[in-house]
């Protein structure tokens, strides 16, 4: 029996979701089949679009600054909304040190409109970037007494009130006749119920669920234990659920992890993946001052990695697994590489296609 989102229950009770995950990369050197930004945004749309053909239910972005890959979210996820109707859409995560709230609010709104409520929004403080306190170019200084990290969570404060239609500015009565508190514009029902914090931490899991939030949980830990990946991830989730059910919220929450899943069928799978035995391991390092363990990559034959991620202890407990997926190889290896999983792998965690 584990922790999930209708309080105690069995694992067969959980309705399984797979989405992939974009770090959307782009270099133009030799073998890259996505050498500019342009190719980048407009890939990742049609791999979208690709994706849900397939089944796949999420098709999420990673958010970094300063560095060739995707930085501004809401107009790529726009237009996979429009060019889309059942594929969730969503980030993993924004670094909310970088973002105005206000206008983030906005974005994301507009956004989730014309995805009809699809949207699934990752935030989170963010991971250690090529900028040396990048924020601060943004504009964005914490308070004196304040770190980084305070004012990320500051930020989604401000975020989350906005989205759920509290009053953030005061009207100008010469304009408007009246005074009184004026609500960000537009509003779009439900979006407060649907974002994500990224917790690398077992405490980080359980404020995010004191805040009323769904968990996200990547590859990365920046703690360890000394047991394996997987079985540290599940008990952040497992302290997730409790935390959650302590504090009496009424909603039923979800949780994600990410996972690398390469599987190896062809000649180009094992020229390009091969050789990674040493991805096959948990790795332990430094991080931003703080020892850290990283998941292990998932690759080989598809029926052994449907067997090894059926004994992820935190796969198990997750609702949502993304799936990132190799970056600069363009949209049909990538496609491929989503079929092969729903095909073959996912159903050996409880997964159905979206049809």
Same mark, same amino acid.
């Given at each position: 029996?584990?922790?999930?989102?209708?309080?105690?229950?069995?694992?067969?009770?959980?309705?399984?979701?797979?989405?992939?995950?974009?770090?959307?990369?782009?270099?133009?050197?030799?073998?890259?089949?996505?050498?500019?930004?342009?190719?980048?945004?407009?890939?990742?749309?049609?791999?979208?679009?690709?994706?849900?053909?397939?089944?796949?239910?999420?098709?999420?972005?990673?958010?970094?600054?300063?560095?060739?890959?995707?930085?501004?979210?809401?107009?790529?996820?726009?237009?996979?909304?429009?060019?889309?109707?059942?594929?969730?859409?969503?980030?993993?995560?924004?670094?909310?040190?970088?973002?105005?709230?206000?206008?983030?609010?906005?974005?994301?709104?507009?956004?989730?409109?014309?995805?009809?409520?699809?949207?699934?929004?990752?935030?989170?403080?963010?991971?250690?970037?090529?900028?040396?306190?990048?924020?601060?170019?943004?504009?964005?200084?914490?308070?004196?007494?304040?770190?980084?990290?305070?004012?990320?969570?500051?930020?989604? @404060?401000?975020?989350?009130?906005?989205?759920?239609?509290?009053?953030?500015?005061?009207?100008?009565?010469?304009?408007?006749?009246?005074?009184?508190?004026?609500?960000?514009?537009?509003?779009?029902?439900?979006?407060?119920?649907?974002?994500?914090?990224?917790?690398?931490?077992?405490?980080?899991?359980?404020?995010?669920?004191?805040?009323?939030?769904?968990?996200?949980?990547?590859?990365?830990?920046?703690?360890?234990?000394?047991?394996?990946?997987?079985?540290?991830?599940?008990?952040?989730?497992?302290?997730?659920?409790?935390?959650?059910?302590?504090?009496?919220?009424?909603?039923?929450?979800?949780?994600?992890?990410?996972?690398?899943?390469?599987?190896?069928?062809?000649? @180009?799978?094992?020229?390009?993946?091969?050789?990674?035995? @040493?991805?096959?391991?948990?790795?332990?390092?430094?991080?931003?001052?703080?020892?850290?363990?990283?998941?292990?990559?998932?690759?080989?034959?598809?029926?052994?990695?449907?067997?090894?991620?059926?004994?992820?202890?935190?796969?198990?407990?997750?609702?949502?697994?993304?799936?990132?997926?190799?970056?600069?190889?363009?949209?049909?290896?990538?496609?491929?590489?989503?079929?092969?999983?729903?095909?073959?792998?996912?159903?050996?965690?409880?997964?159905?296609?979206?049809?």
């Amino acid at each position: 029996m584990v922790y999930g989102p209708c309080g105690i229950h069995g694992l067969d009770d959980l309705v399984k979701k797979i989405g992939f995950l974009s770090f959307g990369h782009y270099q133009a050197i030799p073998g890259s089949r996505t050498p500019t930004a342009r190719d980048a945004l407009l890939q990742t749309i049609e791999l979208a679009v690709a994706a849900e053909a397939i089944g796949i239910d999420g098709a999420a972005v990673r958010v970094h600054h300063f560095a060739p890959q995707l930085a501004s979210p809401f107009p790529l996820l726009a237009a996979i909304a429009a060019r889309t109707s059942r594929i969730e859409i969503g980030t993993g995560v924004i670094d909310m040190r970088y973002e105005n709230p206000l206008a983030m609010a906005e974005q994301a709104a507009a956004a989730d409109l014309i995805s009809n409520g699809r949207l699934q929004l990752g935030i989170s403080r963010g991971s250690p970037e090529p900028a040396l306190r990048g924020y601060e170019s943004f504009g964005f200084v914490p308070a004196e007494g304040m770190t980084d990290a305070d004012m990320a969570r500051s930020h989604a @404060e401000l975020f989350r009130a906005a989205i759920a239609g509290t009053p953030v500015a005061v009207s100008n009565p010469v304009m408007t006749g009246y005074s009184r508190g004026l609500a960000i514009e537009p509003q779009s029902p439900g979006l407060s119920e649907r974002i994500w914090w990224g917790s690398g931490t077992r405490a980080t899991a359980a404020w995010t669920a004191e805040q009323g939030m769904n968990l996200m949980s990547s590859t990365l830990l920046t703690e360890d234990t000394g047991v394996p990946f997987d079985q540290l991830q599940a008990e952040q989730i497992e302290i997730f659920h409790r935390a959650w059910k302590e504090a009496g919220h009424t909603r039923e929450p979800r949780v994600s992890v990410s996972r690398s899943v390469l599987p190896i069928t062809t000649d @180009e799978d094992r020229r390009y993946f091969g050789g990674r035995a @040493e991805d096959t391991r948990d790795q332990v390092g430094i991080l931003d001052g703080a020892r850290s363990r990283f998941g292990k990559s998932y690759i080989g034959e598809p029926h052994l990695l449907a067997e090894q991620l059926a004994a992820d202890a935190a796969v198990q407990l997750a609702d949502t697994l993304y799936l990132t997926v190799p970056n600069q190889l363009g949209v049909d290896y990538n496609a491929r590489l989503l079929k092969t999983i729903a095909d073959h792998i996912a159903p050996a965690i409880g997964w159905k296609p979206n049809q």
